[in-house]
């Protein structure tokens, strides 16, 4: 399955990306996010919530999308 990632905010300044597309045989949010932490190893000192196709989702959340975005803590004003 391909699945494009989307990087905002200090995720982005770790990655290094917007974005990236990635192919994966992965089941569940927790297994991506897995492979994501040893690809960038300073992304697991991170705090940031998970959407796929533009709604937020738990680590448990079974892998259906096509589009992730990694968010990090924003505020309202």
């Not at 905010?9 to 597309?21: F, H, L, R, S, Y």
């Not at 045989?25 to 927790?30: D, E, N, T, W």
Request: glycine letters at 8%; proline letters at 3%; aromatic letters at 6%.
């Amino acid at each position: 399955m391909l699945i494009t990632i989307k990087y905002f905010g200090q995720i982005a300044e770790v990655t290094q990306k917007d974005e990236e597309q990635i192919e994966t045989s992965k089941g569940s949010i927790l297994e991506l996010l897995s492979t994501l932490n040893a690809k960038y190893s300073d992304l697991k000192h991170k705090e940031f919530q998970i959407a796929q196709n533009q709604e937020l989702v738990g680590l448990e959340a079974k892998l259906t999308g096509a589009e992730i975005a990694l968010l990090p803590p924003f505020s309202g004003g």
